[in-house]
């Protein structure tokens, strides 16, 4: 990649005071037009050097930002940000859409395609003040029936968009005007903002490019980016959007955001300096990483976690003593620095140390064998084996298996690695066919996210088969709790229970890594490991 | 002649056919299926079923093959379920990808093997033969995707020579496209090369124990007329059978390279469909392989035949 | 191919016994396939023995021992668990040879009967059985190979049956081929004159004078196979961890390429030299029984 001259200065960052939205009640948030952009936080590139102030009016696009060259390791499935689950598309689709709303550097929820909103007093009505003068790609302006749109298509079962449960407390979405759009809610949802914009899965689309079909293969959004091409062999090709409503931004010309499956190969180009930014680092690399100053390494404390669930409808693991004494003989620092050479922090709950959410506990000794042998001699079980289901496509969750069955073995425990591929493991979880599996949760922002799917015996995601009456009181309860310090109260004592009772086995939080050429400026990894490259630039 | 071609052309598409079935029974067997897997983790019971309903996929097994069947006999290979795009164009966009690799695959394999074959032969018995003869051993021995894991540890992790993985376009960038191609088109190269040798060299060598050649040896002939006027026309009739059947074994087999690779080609695309329980694009992709591979076996026959006037065809 | 028929003429029956000193004299002769066969030889043993000689538990992890370089506790150094990839080498020669011989095994099984079949009858038994055998030759080896196991599911049991499969066409068409010109030879006529049944024409006439080029498949087809199992475990498929396979231990060997490259030298070098010995030993056979050297391509045309 030959570098090359960049004629605009960068853009001065607009340093707005962070906006807490997500749990103030009946109060009008305005933010102007400034927008929100917030200085990337990573070691001192926070300099705010003055920018041309031209109009940004699609002819200065000549402007040299570069072409960015990311590798990302896996391929994207489709582009239909309400169809897809597949989290390299969305790391494109980052890029190319909007939300009404969007998580912010500190992952609360920010304004974006909505400028404000207001809340009605009962916190079953609440209405969006749309930002002016928006367009999508094609050129047309944005008006409140996309978003009604939008979100109906979501909610529309036909449409088979796995996000509709986002939508599950949303009673009707209706156009009041051109620029506001009133949401109707069956019960109070504090955390309705994350359920609109926690990630581009509910982006607004235009109607035009469902109806045409052409949503799969030609995204046109409202994002910093638009889409030009895809081919397997050139990859995905996206453009600046001259006509974005962030002034100043984008500062790329172009993404190419090309795939390399192996890990190891997707770094080597990156140290050759055929691609600038790669979207994962084997934890391996870690160490040779660190010191090598041809590189940027950032790690940054993620909200994913790595967890296992056995089969509850099975015995012996109908028995919350049985699973809570195999959470006891495990030993989660071991498990962490075999996966991910250090590079994770070992936790018994879900919601990482940092986070507002988080709870400490961590009732058990790792690698307590004795407590765990006395508690399975207690429930009468002896010669105890299981089928462990794991999958190649996260070999992470194949060692960590290896790992646990190493450590079980002096209990006498026997664990059978079946690794399959993902497509049978989903579909076995879904049958209830398995003993044990192995899994990790990403991207979660609101504890509701982390809980309520999993572990209420009604949840979508349950698939563990876990049912406590007290829990379903505690995660119904919590979800419609608009107090943010009750709702916290509430969910630490719902994480110790999901802990007690072994409804997950929690092991740790990974670390979001992310790696990338110093000529790349004005990018940072995210907590919620979104890819966004809106204000990024690239220095010659 | 003209009748031999008609009937194999019937029997080919009969072979396709029957090629369709098994991959559509071999898929539906397995357990999975592609609305689940699009789905992910983020899993709900209505959606899923909707989209199953979309997709025709709650409609008998018969009638789903049929209906395909139906649309694939005017041309319409379906839809993708993973991508939504067009099967026809998935497959045609990896087309030129699987093309260049097996034909430079193929070159590395004829540039090396067949002037070494002919040569060995010819020195039958030389320690070059020997030693042509027990490096093509090796050849054949290696485990490709193991050749190819070791060029990239060598010639890009270590030397920095060449580009680790992936493809470019020939006409964006002509250099790269033929760096990106070395390793790739070496390790699969290299075994054919070692095959195409030892076809090479026995042909030539049955060839030169011919009473003809022996005789036209005796008239007193020089080796070299004697070499390119009666033994190589000759030998060319098991060289046209096992150049054929490496194409037509290279443009549709070299999946596991071309995964190492990150080769855009065929082959991964197949892989990748098995995955995704996505059997419209496993149709696809199965269905053009094989349909290369019949057409590549019988123009091997043709040829065959042509250079070869004692072959009758029944 | 298939329905090409040389003009050769029918071999008249041979006298096994004498058959089988020549033969053994023709391979010993060969200082590759000699090789070949010490090298099997050492690897039965070593396989059999394994347990006993592996100096590690092989599946204990170890992670303060991880990527240490060969040395001379470890011989081929450790794993990304701290694991003795000597020891997982040694024992994962059981599944690879294991692997070969029942898949193998399965192919001749069904391959060599329709082979015969299809040859003697001829006629519609004929046509359905090789048109049979041609879509399965059509569909490439590995992609079929991983729809059967992904239907079966991944263990080392299916592994050897959706190899086993892959490899039933060669056997049925090289049979198929032999057969065809020996179906009118004047031996068997002589027999169907005298009233022998066919299974008795097939059993005691045409089999025998078909098992040279049958032999030398299976030989060469277990380097085939043995490469199979190793591509389908690098792939995840085939034995399950913590169990050792060659390919598998190659494919986790990858990730670790700057780190530990010995984790993917060890084991692809264990899989060329079980291949080699195949090879080569099946070379000498083929030499020695069948010179006209069919076999190969038809095989690693589908490796």
Redesign the interface.
Known sequence: MKPRESLRALAVMVIVAMVLVACQQGESVDVGDAGTTTAPADEGTTETTPTDTEDDDGEEATADGGTLIAAQGAEPDRLDPHLTSAYASFQILENVYDTLVQPGDDLSMEPALAESWDISDDQLTWTFHLREGVTFHNGRELVADDVVYSYERIMDPETGAANAFRFESIESVTAVDENTVEIELTRPTPNLLVNLGGFKGMAIVPQEIVEDGSIDTHPVGTGPFRFVSSSPDEGILLERNPDYWQEGLPRLDQIRFVQIP???VKLTNLRTGEVHWVDSV?P??LE?LEADDSIVLERVPGGDYHYFAFNHAREPFDNPDVRRAIAMAIDRE?IA??AQFGAATPNQTAIPEGNFWYHEYAPFTPGDVEGAQALLEEAGVTDLSFAFMVS?EF?ET??Q???I???LEPLGITV??????F??WLDRQGQGDFDAFMLSWIGNIDPDDFYYAQHHSEGGFNFQGYSNPDMDALLDEARVETDQDARKALYDQAAEMIVDDASYIYLYNPENIGAWTPALEGYSVRGDNAVRFVEASLNP | MTG?VVR?IG?MA??LL??SV??FA??H???GDPVRTALGTRFDQEIYDALVRRHGLDQPLAIQYFSWLGSAARGDLGVSFRSGQPVTGLVLERLPATMTLAGAALAVALVVGVPLGVVSAIRSGSKLDYAA??IS??G????D??AG??Y??LFS?TLGWLPPSGYVSPFTDFVGWLKHLILPALAVGL?SAS?IF??VR?AVLEALNQDYVRMARAKGLSRRAVLFDHVLPNAWIPIV??VG??L??LL??V??VE?IFAWPGI?RL??LA?GDRDFTV?QG??LY??FM??VI?LV??VL??WLDP????? | ?T?????SEPIAPVAHRSRFRTTAETVLRNR?AVAGLAILALLVVVALAAPAIAPYTI???D?AN??QGPSAQHWFGTD??GRDVFSRVIIASRVSLQVGFISVGIALGVGVPIGLFAGYYGGRIDSVLM??M???F??????LA???L??L??DIVNAMIAIGVVYTPIFARITRGSVLTLRDAVFVRAARSIGASDGRIIGNHILPNVIAPIIVQTSLSL?FAI?AE??LS???LGV???NPAWGRM?SEG??????A?WM??FP?LA??VT??AF??FG?GLRDALDPQ?RS???S????
Do not use: H
Not at chain 2, 310 to 314: E, H, I
């Open positions: 192996d890990p190891t084997p391996q690399e040779s071991v620095e075999a190649s070999p194949v060692t298996a290896q790992v069955a190493s450590q059978e690695i079946d690794d399959v591929d497509s049978t | 031999f194999r029997q009969l072979a029957g090629v098994i991959v071999l898929i067997f397995v357990p003869t027990a051993q090796v054949v021995s290696v485990p995707f193991w894991i070791m990239i540890l992790l075994v095959i030892r076809f026995s059978t096992v059947l490496q037509g074994f549709g087999g999946v596991v995964i082959g197949a892989y098995v496993l992709a199965v392989i094989a591979f019949l076996n091997v026959d065959y035949a004692r072959v009758r065809y029944d | 191919m329905d090409l028929v040389q003009e590759l599946n204990e992890v992670v991880r990527l990304e668990l048109r049979l041609d879509i399965l059509s569909i490439p080896a590995i992609v991983i729809a059967i992904a239907a599911g991944p380097a490469l190793a591509a690098f792939l995840g399950q961890p913590p190659l990858r990730g670790f390429f700057q780190q490259p993917a030298i692809g899989i060329f291949v080699f090879n080569a070379d050297q190969v391509i038809e690693r045309g589908k490796a």
